[in-house]
């Protein structure tokens, strides 16, 4: 580790901690209706729509609608996949993208998973990548953030159980948020060297001769709505590793701050709906000493590196001339504290986009994104899903605080209840119940070993990996894992699927249970939700639910390998 | 045909999730009615 790579990751904290209060400022301007600088678009978007934007939707309608255009919308791409060679803007006149595959991604760009099991730059026609893969890209984001905002109300206010309008959210979200910010960050990216253009690919002859073909596209619009929106699909197969994609030093570390941009934002906009300022930055220092803990780990494991290459005597020690460390599938240009810096950031957050191959990091290096997916992509989070998924283990920490003293948990003057504690465990009990049961299918069926590259543990933690990933919507990969098959396509789909709406169901379920409830004042036997000792407590539940859950996995799988290759080995 | 399945698959997963809906309103008013302590 180095002082650079510290300094590196300090700045960064402090971008991220000073652009928290004026974007959640924003947001709420955006969520009340009172920001109105497009408004005639947004009239006019209502008007085609047929929506009346002031109806306030019990939470049944509200959850309805979002189940109903996600639906419609990934019908709409499986069949603009299968049909994208008939279709315009097709320059390198790709054919139609394979059942599976066009399932799988449908799927994943719905629910903002953007798990790619296709290289875009060979697979994608230019209209699948603009028209489909970009719009999924905004509207997911803007659903995850809609449903986010919709359990804020529930624990805000007292409206018979109603959240809102899904689709005035749906539409303030993209147009006030997602498209300013994202038209803003491609232009930065095009300045920065990434590319814009609808060209055919260019052929080019090599210094040493060859012939090679570097992929066009209109890379730098979705480049902007890929970290803004936590999706993370890259337009090549590289992802953030490829020059067009992630073209310098500041761009990598713009990319960083849009990850997390909307997710720190939304804990602001949350403490100033509940009329608690203090419990949202609890929040978001919950989020950071999470953070903290998890980039430390990574950048510790990576720039360790692997003790066999030391015992070989070669010369892993940082220096002017080389990052030391564990450098394979890492950029020489982000080195060992930029790679540990986005790996945490892209796993804590759902975003999934990556600028080093995670399959390559140590065993305890790679565990990290593994931990940060499993815990539930709560530290900062999806666009949305972050903090809800935060609200749900606040709920849960309530209730175990008010069982240990034997009190009604209360959590901002509302009561939680059975009914509310049913909801939440439904929502913590899927997950989990996906990732070990897709997972212990695939060690033992012939189909998913099929897919497997690497043996022991390595082999299986590639398969949790996947199954973790996909399921927490998050769409980075291990690799080592040839997912091109039905089975695994067709698993990975409905993985995605399950992960997002089996998950928020009950969530909005439970939002709306809560909007039902009258406000108390807050009394002596109130759980103090802004203090040290509820952050400690917070933390304390979420590590313990994940660890209690996933810990046998992990040491079967990165534990065991992490020990294994102290003692020499290597898989 | 295998469009046809994986056409048929997303429809029937989202018909599940608005039965879904259903079922965590219904799971919500037996437990205000408190019907949840009934053996």
């Known amino acids: ?110 629910t903002n998973t953007d798990w790619q099991s296709y290289a ?127 073209p310098t030093p500041l761009t990598n570390f713009l990319q960083l701050l849009e990850i997390f941009l909307i997710s720190a934002g939304l804990t602001w906009t949350f403490g100033h709906m509940v009329k608690k300022q203090a419990h949202g930055w609890a929040l978001w220092a919950t989020m950071y000493v999470m953070f903290l803990t998890g980039v430390t780990t990574a950048y510790w494991a990576e720039a360790r590196g692997n003790p066999i290459h030391a015992a070989r005597g070669i010369d892993v020690v940082a220096s002017a001339t080389q990052s030391g460390g564990n450098m394979e599938g890492k950029e020489v240009r982000f080195g060992i504290a930029n ?59 309530v209730f175990i605080a008010g069982l240990m003293v034997g009190r009604t948990p209360e959590y901002l003057g509302k009561k939680v209840e059975s009914r509310e504690v049913r909801m939440v465990m439904l929502y913590v009990l899927v997950f989990p119940l996906v990732i070990l049961a897709l997972t212990g299918l695939s060690v033992v069926l012939p189909a998913g070993l099929k897919g497997l590259n690497n043996a022991g543990p390595h082999g299986l933690t590639e398969i949790l990996y996947a199954f973790t990933s996909t399921p927490a919507n998050n769409g980075s990969a291990f690799a080592g894992l040839t997912g091109t098959t039905y089975y695994y396509n067709t698993l990975f789909g409905f993985a995605t699927l399950i992960g997002r709406f089996a998950m928020q169901v009950p969530l909005l379920a439970a939002a709306g249970f809560l909007a039902e409830k009258r406000i108390a004042p807050e009394s002596a036997g109130t759980f103090p939700v802004t203090t040290p000792l509820f952050v400690v407590l917070l933390i304390s539940v979420i590590v313990i639910v994940g660890a209690l859950t996933f810990f046998p996995a992990w040491s079967l799988g990165p534990i065991v390998e992490h020990l294994l290759m102290q003692s020499g080995r290597l898989f | 045909m295998m469009d046809v399945l994986y056409l048929v698959g997303t429809l029937v997963f989202f018909g599940l999730m608005l039965a879904y809906v259903r079922a965590c309103e219904g799971l919500g008013h037996d437990a205000d009615r408190g019907e949840e302590r009934t053996p």
Not at chain 1, 346 to 353: E, H, K, P, Q, W
Request: glycine share 10%; charged share 10%; with cysteine.
């Open chain 1, 1 to 110: 580790m180095t002082a650079n790579g510290w300094a590196q990751i300090a700045v960064y904290s402090v971008a991220l901690l000073a652009l928290t209060k004026p974007m959640g400022v924003y947001m709420v301007k955006v969520y009340d209706g009172s920001m109105g600088w497009l408004r005639p678009v947004e009239r006019l978007l209502y008007r085609m729509g047929g929506i009346d934007a002031e109806q306030d939707q019990h939470w049944t309608a509200y959850t309805a609608a979002m189940l109903l255009f996600s639906a419609a919308s990934m019908l709409l791409t499986y069949v603009a996949l299968r049909l994208q060679h008939v279709l315009p803007f097709n320059p390198q006149q790709f054919p139609a993208v394979v059942d599976r595959q066009a399932f799988e991604t449908a799927a994943s760009f719905t």
């Open chain 1, 120 to 246: 875009g730059e060979s697979t994608l026609s230019y209209f699948s990548q603009m028209s489909q893969l970009a719009f999924h890209n905004f509207a997911s984001a803007a659903a995850g953030m809609a449903v986010a905002v919709a359990l804020a109300r529930g624990i805000a206010r007292r409206s018979a159980g109603r959240l809102g309008n899904f689709w005035s959210d749906l539409v303030r979200g993209t147009l006030y948020i997602l498209l300013p910010l994202s038209f803003v960050v491609a232009l930065v990216h095009v300045q920065q060297g990434g590319i814009q253009n609808l060209m055919p690919y260019v052929d080019v002859h090599t210094l040493e001769g060859a012939r090679q073909t570097i992929a066009m596209g209109p890379v730098a619009s979705q480049e902007a709505i890929k970290e803004i929106g936590t999706n993370g699909g890259g337009f090549f197969n590289a992802n953030s590793a490829h020059g067009f994609e992630n």
């Open chain 1, 339 to 397: 790679s540990a810096l986005y790996a945490t950031v892209t796993t804590d957050a759902s975003c999934g986009c990556v600028n080093s191959m995670h399959d390559s990091f140590t065993p305890i290096g790679g565990m990290v994104p593994l931990i940060n997916m499993q815990l539930g992509e709560l530290i900062f989070g999806g666009v949305g899903a972050g903090l809800y998924g935060m609200l749900m283990m606040v709920l849960l920490t």
